[in-house]
């Protein structure tokens, strides 16, 4: 397929859109990938008072929480190449690899970033984060315009003033685009403006298509400051292997890639999810 006697210079791929988390997550690197714990702190619920005179203050400790990054070494799966392709190719295969490998490193660690359920895996933000909305019974694949202004209003305001967006699936992003308030009027404002997105209820919308799609029970969109919410750990870049020696026996060159990395919800405030209703 790659090597006719008359070819194309283009080679046609099959593909599908990803959005990563890493577009909006904090992301931090390290020189190795030793466990990487950092303090928390929750003092929200505690308030100053008014001190009569002669009276002596009451005492208010602060609580400090913990919390950590690992290193998972992700890896694209071997690809072998034989010597022969490799020379009679009629484009450069060792960086078309490189894409192909890296971009199927970014699918999975864009999963599990996502819906990851912790343990053995990073913890995702969907699994992670706090429910600010519960649709109704019966709402177990529909949202009204009532459930969105409940979601945003569940966020703190102090979260506000970062870069609050929607992130939902395309099957999601399908269902909000045909709501209407109360005065029949779309919620979804399309933009006017050549490079200024889409929003809805003013804010930008994040396409990630391993959001759940709706469903019973789902956790199907999520809004809030991502960058303040999910912290992704890079121990490495992507790096490629090419295994020259080692498949010689067969002509061929085995092509490798990898990365060490991890994710977890550093501020759940900072995040809200609505799910729909189980029935």
Avoid at 26 to 50: F, H, K
Avoid at 68 to 80: A, E, N, P, Q
């Amino acid at each position: 397929y790659t090597v006719p006697a008359e070819f194309r210079a283009k080679v046609v791929e099959k593909m599908n859109f990803v959005a990563s988390m890493r577009q909006l997550a904090e992301v931090i690197s390290t020189d190795s990938g030793a466990n990487l714990p950092w303090p928390t702190n929750d003092d929200t619920a505690n308030e100053g008072a008014i001190l009569d005179e002669n009276t002596q203050v009451t005492e208010q400790d602060v609580t400090f929480g913990t919390a950590s990054l690992d290193s998972y070494m992700y890896t694209s799966k071997l690809v072998r190449v034989s010597y022969q392709l490799l020379n009679d190719s009629a484009f450069a295969l060792d960086s078309w690899l490189a894409r192909v490998l890296g971009e199927r490193i970014g699918r999975i660690q864009n999963k599990h970033f996502t819906i990851g359920a912790g343990t053995t895996l990073p913890d995702g933000i969907v699994t992670s984060s706090t429910v600010g909305k519960q649709g109704t019974t019966g709402q177990t694949t529909s949202i009204i315009y009532e459930d969105l202004v409940d979601l945003t209003d569940s966020l703190d305001p102090a979260y506000l003033a970062g870069d609050v967006r929607f992130m939902m699936s395309q099957g999601a992003r399908k269902m909000v685009r045909k709501l209407k308030d109360t005065a029949g009027r779309p919620l979804w404002e399309p933009s006017l403006q050549i490079g200024t997105p889409d929003t809805l209820l003013g804010y930008g919308v994040a396409l990630n298509n391993y959001v759940p799609v709706p469903a019973a029970s789902a956790k199907s969109i999520l809004f809030g400051d991502f960058r303040e919410a999910y912290v992704i750990r890079d121990v490495s870049d992507f790096q490629l292997l090419r295994l020259t020696e080692r498949y010689a026996d067969y002509l061929q060159v085995g092509f490798l890639g990898f990365q060490r990395s991890d994710g977890t919800l550093q501020n759940g405030a900072a995040v809200r999810a609505y799910q729909h209703s189980a029935a």
